[in-house]
C-alpha cells in the first residue's frame, strides 16, 4: 500500500472563518499516484476542525452563524479562566479535526456540493496547518 502525506498550511483573518481547501486536497490527490483509496484530511489544531459543504456565501454564513450560537464566547465556559477560548476548544471537539474521502480511480471522490473547509473557530491566525494523508493502491 502506497502512502503519500502532505501539508497545506495557511493563515486566517477573522475569529470564525471558513477557508475552502478543495482545489489544495485534490491536488493532492491528484500527485499522490493512488488509484483507489482514501483520503484523510485533519487538522492537528485544538481550535480549528474540517468539514465538508457547499461553497455557498449565504450558507457559510449560515454554518459560522451557528457555531457562534450553539459555542457562544460568553465568559461563562470554566476553561475561559486560563485561556479566553473555551468557546473554539468546544466547537472544534464537537464538530471535529478530520474527515475522510474515498479516492476512486485517482480522483478525490465528494458530493457534488460537497467542498472541504478549514474552519477557523480561534482566529485570526498566521499559521494554520492541514495534513492531507492519501492511501491505497
Not at 70 to 84: A, E, K, M, Y
Request: proline share 3%.
Amino acid at each position: 500500500m502506497k502512502v503519500v502525506s502532505r501539508e497545506i498550511t495557511l493563515s486566517t483573518s477573522k475569529k470564525l472563518e471558513l477557508v475552502d481547501i478543495t482545489s489544495e486536497v485534490e491536488h493532492i490527490v491528484r500527485e499522490s499516484g493512488v488509484k483507489n483509496g482514501l483520503c484523510l484530511i485533519f487538522a492537528p489544531h485544538a481550535t480549528a476542525a474540517i468539514i465538508a459543504n457547499e461553497h455557498e456565501r449565504g450558507l457559510m454564513l449560515d454554518i459560522l452563524e451557528k457555531i457562534a450560537e450553539d459555542f457562544p464566547n460568553n465568559g461563562r465556559w470554566r476553561h475561559n479562566r486560563i485561556d479566553d477560548n473555551a468557546a473554539a476548544h468546544l466547537a472544534s471537539a464537537f464538530i471535529g479535526t478530520e474527515r475522510v474521502f474515498p479516492v476512486i480511480d485517482g480522483r478525490l471522490v465528494r458530493g457534488t456540493w460537497q467542498n472541504i473547509f478549514l474552519v477557523e473557530l480561534d482566529g485570526p491566525r498566521s499559521y494554520r496547518r492541514v495534513i492531507v494523508q492519501v492511501m491505497g493502491e
